[in-house]
């Protein structure tokens, strides 16, 4: 009998320190599949998380949009439902309009750039997006410049950009900038883009190498062009709500994970683009490097950025926005 009550005892006192170790579930939601920089970044976090919490937050990647698109997942972060998501900045500026800041087109000439003012715009932002979109940013993830693929031809000028139909993300200022360049952009989730382009509805999209390599676009795209006219940025969101329910040291726990997973995923982001360059070109897509007149693209998208002020918190805010960065990106020399 003795030998049966110290084993309940044990089971009991198992039990609770398995409830113990995962205070909290937190379900973490993404767009790409295991081989892309996203994920990559997903598990890091994962593992920096249950190292600082000492397990007591247990993270659970839903990667490849299991939990939804990235824009129906963001409403779900914001009302609490799923904990967490890393998504492409555009897809966050309809729910979260002053991140849209990062979106200007031309606004960074270099990763590094772009890399400060992440790091620099993370806390004012988070002054400010709980209130408008009842979420806030643990890290900020970068990809590479947005490269434009097409299935129909090389596009080394502006011209050659004319009667393409161009997929772009569901927010205003991607949808201007082309305009801008004399395309009818079609906006379109990112769960519906290769369905699309295998089956001739678009010609072409615009993303990242590594998004191109994960995605396997050289089976339904053929040309490549650097535009360099927007970063992959992307911002690991956390919902308010659920955050506001820690304790002090598992937001804090939270808040290092974020930033540290966030730089372990630019340094992989940097060598896979790398790779990623070099994988396409063997599988047979044409790499055309920069349009010969980019001047004119930049011109053209750079001549918008007072009409976005409006979509991405106003002209307040933009101006305070625009000084951060300008300082940060300063520094860089410094």
């Known amino acids: 009998m003795k030998f049966l009550k110290t084993l309940t005892l044990g089971a009991s006192l198992l039990i609770g320190t398995t409830a113990m170790a995962q205070d909290h579930i937190m379900r973490l939601s993404h767009g ?33 949009n299991q939990l939804g698109s990235e824009q129906e997942v963001a409403q779900s972060v914001r009302t609490g439902s799923i904990e967490a998501e890393i998504l492409y900045t555009g897809n966050l500026v309809p729910l979260a309009p002053s991140i849209g800041v990062m979106m200007l087109p031309y606004a960074f000439t270099s990763t590094q750039e772009a890399h400060a003012a992440m790091d620099a715009l993370q806390d004012p932002l988070n002054e400010r997006l709980p209130g408008e979109a009842g979420v806030r940013v643990l890290g900020y993830l970068e990809k590479g410049f947005r490269v434009l693929t097409n299935s129909e031809r090389e596009v080394r000028n502006i011209e050659d950009l004319q009667g393409l139909k161009i997929r772009v993300s569901k927010n205003n200022i991607a949808i201007e900038t082309f305009r801008s360049w ?33 995605m396997k676009f050289n089976e339904v795209q053929s040309y490549i062009s650097e535009i360099h006219y927007l970063i992959w940025s992307g ?35 940097a060598s896979e683009t790398e790779v990623a360059k070099k994988v396409l070109v ?53």
């Open 32 to 64: 790409e599949p295991e081989n892309n920089p996203t994920h990559v970044m997903a598990a890091k976090f994962e593992e920096l998380v249950e190292k600082y919490t000492n397990g007591r937050i247990d993270v659970q990647i839903f990667g490849s």
């Open 235 to 269: 911002p690991l969101i956390v919902s308010e709500r659920w955050y506001q329910g820690l304790d002090a040291d598992l937001k804090e726990a939270l808040n290092k994970a974020g930033r540290e997973a966030a730089a372990f995923g630019r340094a992989n982001s």
């Open 282 to 334: 063997e599988m047979g897509m044409t790499l055309s490097g920069a349009p010969e007149d980019e001047a004119k693209w930049q011109k053209a998208a750079r001549a918008l950025w007072p009409s976005f002020a409006e979509d991405i918190g106003g002209e307040e805010w933009v101006t305070k926005a625009g000084s951060i960065i300008a300082e940060a990106t300063k520094n860089l020399s410094n």
């Open 182 to 214: 004399g395309l009818d952009p079609i906006p379109m989730a990112w769960a519906e883009v290769f369905p699309a382009l295998q089956q001739g509805v678009i010609d072409g999209q615009e993303n990242p190498y590594t998004t191109a390599v994960s």
